[in-house]
Each structure stands twice: as C-alpha cells, then as structure tokens.
C-alpha cells in the first residue's frame, strides 16, 4: 500500500521531476506533488510523495530528513490525513455584513425605533 510523505522546507525553484528523482533512491515513487500558490502560481516551499509501500517511505524518512535538497534543508514526515488537521485561529470575523453593532433587529446597540 502507497504511504504519502510530506516534504516541507523545500526551495522555490524545485521541480516535482527533480523531487520524484531524488526519492526514488529510496525506492519507488508513485508521484510527487509541488504545492503552488494559485495567485502567483509560484512554488510555497512543500509538497509530498507518495512511496509504494511503508517499508520505502521509512526509507526516504531516515535518508532525507534534515538532508539537503536543491541547497535547504527539508523536512521529512508521514503526511497526515486532511480530516485531522484544524484551521484554527487567524482571520476575522465579519459579523453583519452591513458594518458596525447591530443587533438581531438589524438596529445600533440599544437603540429602538422610538428613539429616532
């Protein structure tokens, strides 16, 4: 069964072929992603592998983590699944889209109607 790694700390101008050749030497590689920005399309520095099997992914842990690819040091780990990563923190939330404290009656803060 395939095991997919990633592989983070990569440098910009690395190529999903350049990245295929190199884990190769740890066995057989069943594909080899590069994550792109969709705005600037350029490289945002990891990606991942797929090995075709567990005993091969172990490999390419113990041969590339911390080694050098296209001159940096990259990270090597098991991917994890999507489902247990979080999206927490960051951003803002933008409430009414209208602006400002409005409550659930659409008015400001305290205000009623009377007190226009």
Request: hydrophobic letters at 30%; glycine letters at 14%.
């Amino acid at each position: 069964m395939a095991k997919k790694l990633f592989v983070g700390g990569l440098s910009y101008d690395t190529t999903e072929d350049a990245l295929k050749d190199n884990f190769s030497k740890a066995g057989t590689v069943e594909s080899a992603t590069i994550i792109v920005d969709k705005t600037s399309n350029r490289s945002k520095g990891f990606g991942f592998v797929e090995m075709s099997s567990e005993e091969e992914a172990q490999e390419a842990i113990k041969m590339f983590n911390g080694k050098e690819i296209d001159g940096r040091s990259v990270t090597v780990s098991e991917a994890r699944p999507l489902e247990e990563r979080s999206r927490a923190g960051g951003g803002f939330r933008r409430g009414d889209k209208r602006g400002g404290n409005r409550d659930r009656r659409g008015g400001f803060g305290n205000r009623n109607r009377n007190d226009w």
